[in-house]
């Protein structure tokens, strides 16, 4: 029967990319052809609103968005709320699938209605709920403290085979697999 359920395993970064060490760190938004260069590098990639929410399902680390409404583009208000994440991370080791904490910048085929924006969805409330529908609306030249970069292995797990996820992407049928959008 072709109507069974498949369970499929995706890799993603435990946070959003971060440039320091363990005991000092700052999660750093960037543009979304940064973030794609860095992705490429490591044989990853930019997660889809689908993705983003199966990865909200099993975060083991839930925190409350915190939205800052002054200097959104400012590299201050990047290092004030990376603190305020640290403070609301408190006791959790770092390593543990966190949310909360950023907005995803995301693939999706909307990218093709207006060239060079960058595509940004999420940041889950604690009722589960993303503050952010996916949403096309700032110029991909755009970043402020709330983008955040989670990267995920081009790389699923399917029926115990290994697909890339941008090979499903562009396949029309089995595209739903990583993506609501086609």
């Known amino acids: 029967s072709g109507n069974r359920e498949v369970s499929p395993t995706i890799e993603v970064m435990p946070d959003y990319l971060a440039i320091g060490s363990d005991s000092d760190v700052v999660r750093v938004p960037m543009t979304p052809q940064t973030a794609q260069k860095i992705a490429d590098k490591f044989g990853c990639m930019l997660p889809t609103r689908k993705l983003v929410d199966a990865i909200d399902r099993v975060a083991e680390v839930r925190l409350a968005p915190h939205p800052m409404t002054v200097k959104r583009e400012a590299v201050a208000t990047f290092t004030e709320h990376n603190s305020i994440i640290e403070k609301q991370r408190g006791q959790n080791p770092l390593g543990l699938l966190t949310i909360g904490s950023k907005k995803d910048i995301v693939l999706t085929p909307r990218i093709f209605e207006k060239p060079k924006r960058v595509a940004i969805y999420g940041w889950r409330q604690l009722n589960g709920q993303p503050i952010q529908p996916l949403t096309i609306v700032h110029v991909n030249w755009y970043v402020d403290y709330s983008h955040g970069v989670r990267l995920v292995r081009d790389n699923i797990e399917?029926?115990?085979?290994?697909?890339?996820?941008?090979?499903?992407?562009a396949d029309p049928e089995r595209s739903k697999l990583v993506s609501d959008e086609g």
């Open 158 to 169: 399917l029926d115990g085979k290994n697909v890339k996820i941008s090979e499903l992407l």
